[in-house]
């Protein structure tokens, strides 16, 4: 199971790769590519990564990494894109807020 998750997570990442830097190269998001990482999305980013740890502590790992995979093995690019750009347009609101002078 373990090659197949690697698979499945690298052919993952290079879709959502490919997906974003399309996006990214666009001009609705090319000012993203100049800007430092938001401190607010570190953060949140931090406290999810720590979140999502916790909650999956005590799952079985068999069964939830084989329905994962499945999930992932036959995601959907268009939603996943639809994804990908509401999560860039947030990003974009926090770095526009910051640049304006909001949160820090």
């Known amino acids: 199971?373990?090659?197949?998750?690697?698979?499945?997570?690298?052919?993952?990442?290079?879709?959502?790769?490919?997906?974003?830097?399309?996006?990214?190269?666009?001009?609705?998001?090319?000012?993203?590519?100049?800007?430092?990482a938001s401190r607010v999305l570190v953060d949140w980013y931090h406290e999810e990564?720590?979140?999502?740890?916790?909650?999956?502590?005590?799952?079985?790992?068999e069964p939830a990494c084989r329905a994962f995979l499945r999930n992932l093995r036959f995601v959907d690019e268009k939603a996943l894109e639809a994804a990908i750009t509401k999560t860039l347009t947030g990003?974009?609101?926090?770095?526009m807020g910051e640049k304006a002078g909001g949160a820090k």
């Open 1 to 36: 199971m373990k090659s197949d998750f690697d698979q499945v997570i690298a052919d993952y990442r290079a879709t959502v790769g490919r997906i974003a830097n399309r996006l990214l190269a666009t001009s609705d998001f090319e000012l993203l590519n100049h800007e430092p």
């Open 49 to 61: 990564k720590k979140s999502l740890k916790e909650k999956f502590k005590n799952v079985d790992s």
């Open 91 to 95: 990003t974009k609101t926090i770095v």
